[in-house]
């Protein structure tokens, strides 16, 4: 079992940078990689897929945040540097994974993750 927990978040102003971290319970890189994940979900809103990273380093992110987020991994973490923030980034941020598709490719579905991190709050102000 995978066991996922953030940290990093806070409160900034407009066009300031924070980077979220989750560790992961097990080794995560490759050979063993599996589709990894960052998430956000506002007040009222849904949850919705910000950036994932599979086997070979392949990102994806969605279009709101390409240019200002980076996601990363290590052996044993998941990385999500977020620059130039915006208000409209305020929101509860998780790490997610799927330790039983390794090698498979990521998507920004959320159904495809079935381990999740608690989550960390990330708010910007004006």
């Known amino acids: 079992q995978v066991h996922m927990v953030e940290s990093g978040g806070g409160s900034v102003q407009a066009g300031g940078s924070l980077r979220l971290s989750c560790a992961a319970s097990e080794y995560i890189a490759s050979p063993y990689s599996m589709p990894l994940a960052w998430f956000r979900q506002a007040p009222g809103k849904g949850r919705e897929g910000v950036a994932c990273?599979?086997?070979?380093?392949i990102t994806r992110y969605t279009d709101s945040v390409k240019g200002r987020f980076t996601i990363s991994q290590d052996n044993e973490n998941l990385y999500l540097q977020m620059n130039s923030l915006k208000p409209e980034d305020t929101a509860m941020y998780f790490c997610?994974?799927?330790?039983?598709?390794?090698?498979?490719?990521?998507?920004?579905?959320?159904?495809?993750?079935?381990?999740w991190g608690q989550g960390t709050q990330v708010t910007v102000s004006l």
């Open positions: 990273i599979h086997r070979d380093g």
């Open positions: 997610a994974a799927n330790p039983d598709l390794r090698g498979a490719y990521c998507s920004l579905a959320e159904g495809l993750y079935n381990k």
